[in-house]
């Protein structure tokens, strides 16, 4: 039986513009060609580990843990450098989360580490050197042994026994010619050799598509020779290929399989944990919690009829117990702490929506300014003992000032406990047609009217085959069009690719230690704000805890609007204006509704003008509905 063969070199397409393999597809291929294990190790991040780690389980392979990243200490003439790690044990997952983050938040303005950074942080990971980045390649071809030399016993002293050389045979005219002194340097020093295959595409035909994904990172065309093009060898090639390749060193082989027998980490999902609220009444967050609502009910009832206090100290009661019971008097302290200090420093907080208005302890809190008594809101909707899931406030703050408040939230729990949560852009459907036609030098004229017969809908987005499938008008233009045919031959393999990484407009975590031990850190460049690598499907499921800082312009204008309108009139409060005004309603039911918050869209003030509402609660109903399914 030919003996499997295991890839410990794979990069997905979270190595940004660098790769075509998802996740699913690249843990697929492994799964289908009856691999056992199988390692990414994308270019100077971990995106993707967590999402990895769990397809891997699903499909009972076993996840290797791994990234390359950036070596900026090597002389070698502005030529990128990187070593390899992989993760052993749980003491190397936490050093490689320490070093992915330090490779993107270190003061200095490239990405990447020096060797000094790898010392004290070394254990339970391997360390290896090859491929198209080898620093000992580059060196080579200057003359430099000494620096080379010195490179090696350098790694070889921080890594000791895992310390590995790397083969890779992709037919890379640089590489082959460095094959055999580094071979030699391998036998020198005494060191392993592995081998890999630079994975970064599925199959051998998706070649083409690989080099066209690589033209639009590049914003080139495939017939322009002067760019970084694919290569060939670089598909997802089967064991019986790879112990071919490397026949003439079964021991290379082993080594691979050693490795991976060695790898037995990976990062698993966790029970969210709350960073603890000090407090000065020296109080549990579970005692203080009931402190502080039942007297913010206490500091309410005033307003309330004395026959309805009983029905209120009821609902308090059932909902504290409910919150205890489930651990999350934290949560509800912490969202009521920034709000109020948001509201004392005069910065518009809004009332509150979503689930989370039906809580009257947040009511009692501060968190939300609306009695869910008086809606008949229920609590139920927010949290309840059968929904395992974090509860979730969405929090809006005026635009304008809402960096404030996450600026407060740094200060209280300290910034290397804070961080934004990553976001990424994929190539969708008409832009993937967009940029291959490009690619392809097909006029645009032609793409872009093709492009346009794709169904757009953001809320239900579909897949470029999802819509060439409904489509008779796409299908027709393929089969009667060859340059519009290879232009959907090639988007269908990049679609769904991830391009670049942002910042999540709101999703903030609050770590109840560094977030750099719990999750990679990434710094986005545009805004020179830390975020977490994992987005926030992943960030939750690691064990932190998302918070929602929501900007809202609505609000912004509406202070401005209240400053004005005191300038004549000083007693002037927003929540005494009376929810019965029969002028307000008259103008929803023309649908001029420009700028009012949920009621502006062309499709709800066409619904307003039907409705013709008269009373708060029909504006209530009408949010609440204005959805695809109810609205069908």
């Not at 450098?81 to 490779?103: A, D, M, P, W």
């Not at 060898?233 to 390749?245: A, G, H, P, R, V």
């Not at 900007?551 to 409060?573: A, H, P, Q, V």
């Not at 927003?574 to 700028?595: C, E, M």
Request: net charge negative; glycine share 6%.
């Amino acid at each position: 039986m030919t003996k499997s063969f295991i890839h410990l070199r794979t990069q997905s397409s979270y190595s940004l513009s660098e790769s075509t393999l998802k996740i699913k597809k690249l843990v697929g291929m492994a799964k289908e060609k009856k691999m056992p294990a199988l390692a990414i190790t994308d270019n100077n991040n971990m995106f993707g580990v967590f999402e990895f780690a769990q397809e891997c389980s699903r499909n009972k392979i076993q996840p290797i843990i791994g990234s390359s990243i950036n070596l900026l200490d090597i002389e070698n003439n502005d030529k990128i450098s990187q070593l390899s790690f992989l993760v052993k044990n749980e003491i190397g997952y936490k050093n490689l989360l320490y070093l992915s983050s330090l490779s993107h938040l270190s003061k200095n303005s490239e990405v990447g580490l020096y060797l000094k950074d790898l010392e004290d942080y070394s254990e339970g990971l391997f360390c290896f050197i090859g491929g198209e980045y080898n620093p000992l390649m580059f060196l080579n071809l200057q003359g430099k042994d000494r620096i080379q030399n010195e490179l090696i016993l350098s790694l070889k002293n921080i890594f000791n026994k895992n310390l590995l050389f790397e083969l890779q045979r992709i037919r890379d005219p640089l590489i082959d010619e460095f094959e055999n002194k580094f071979i030699l340097l391998a036998n020198k020093y005494e060191l392993p050799l592995i081998g890999s295959n630079n994975i970064k595409f599925g199959e051998a035909e998706d070649f083409l598509a690989h080099d066209a994904l690589l033209c639009v990172s590049q914003k080139s065309t495939v017939n322009n020779t002067n760019r970084i093009q694919s290569n060939p060898e670089l598909y997802f090639k089967d064991s019986k290929e790879m112990n071919t390749i490397f026949e003439d060193y079964p021991e290379l082989i082993e080594n691979n399989i050693s490795v991976a027998m060695s790898c037995n980490f990976f990062p698993k999902e966790t029970l969210p944990k709350l960073p603890k609220f000090v407090n000065d009444f020296n109080l549990t967050e579970d005692k203080l919690l009931i402190k502080l609502s039942s007297e913010g009910l206490e500091s309410k009832l005033i307003d309330i009829k004395k026959s309805n206090h009983k029905q209120y100290n009821e609902r308090l009661e059932y909902e504290l117990e409910v919150i205890n019971q489930m651990g999350y008097a934290g949560y509800f302290l912490i969202v009521s702490d920034f709000v109020n200090w948001a509201k004392k420093n005069f910065i518009p907080v809004g009332p509150g929506r979503g689930s989370g208005a039906g809580s009257v302890v947040a009511w009692c809190l501060g968190i939300t300014d609306l009695d869910p008594l008086k809606y008949s809101l229920l609590f139920e909707r927010f949290l309840n003992p059968e929904r395992v899931s974090m509860p979730d406030f969405d929090i809006d703050f005026c635009q304008t000032r809402r960096d404030e408040v996450i600026e407060y939230v740094n200060k209280k729990y300290g910034s290397e406990c804070v961080a934004h949560i990553i976001t990424f852009g994929t190539l969708a459907s008409r832009a993937a047609v967009r940029d291959i036609g490009r690619v392809l030098e097909v006029p645009y004229g032609e793409v872009d009217s093709f492009a346009k017969l794709i169904p757009f809908n953001p809320s239900n987005p579909l897949t470029l085959s999802e819509s060439i499938k409904s489509e008779r008008s796409l299908q027709e233009r393929i089969n009667n069009d060859e340059r519009i045919s290879n232009v959907i031959d090639v988007s269908l393999k990049i679609e769904g690719t991830h391009r670049h990484a942002s910042t999540h407009a709101a999703g903030v975590v609050i770590g109840h230690e560094k977030i750099s031990k719990v999750v990679p850190l990434y710094k986005d460049q545009n805004t020179n704000t830390n975020a977490t690598q994992f987005s926030m499907k992943y960030v939750e499921k690691a064990g932190l805890i998302k918070f929602d800082f929501l900007g809202l312009t609505t609000l912004s204008i509406i202070d401005d609007s209240i400053k004005l309108i005191k300038k004549e009139f000083d007693n002037f409060t927003v929540n005494n204006i009376p929810l019965n005004d029969k002028k307000t309603y008259n103008q929803l039911s023309k649908g001029d509704t420009v700028g009012i918050f949920q009621l502006e869209s062309n499709g709800m003030g066409s619904v307003l003008r039907q409705l013709q509402p008269d009373r708060f609660e029909e504006i209530i109903a009408v949010v609440a509905l204005f959805r695809p399914g109810p609205m069908d």
